[in-house]
């Protein structure tokens, strides 16, 4: 799969809360934000079955 980046402003207390949860479930921030994002999206109706089936965790 692709991967493009992007820049993303957040709050300081955000990310913090971010790095943490990341940690405790032994992922990157990185990784933990786009677990997030695609579970939101799948969630929301918004993931393409394709995707939606590739990431199933």
Do not use: C, H, Y
Not at 36 to 53: F, I, M, T
């Amino acid at each position: 799969m692709a991967r493009e980046s992007f820049l993303l402003r957040t709050d300081p207390k955000i990310l913090d809360a971010l790095r943490g949860w990341a940690e405790d479930e032994l992922r990157s921030t990185n990784g933990q934000l786009d677990f997030v994002l695609r579970k939101a999206l799948k969630e929301a109706g918004r993931l393409p079955d394709k995707q939606s089936k590739e990431t199933d965790n």
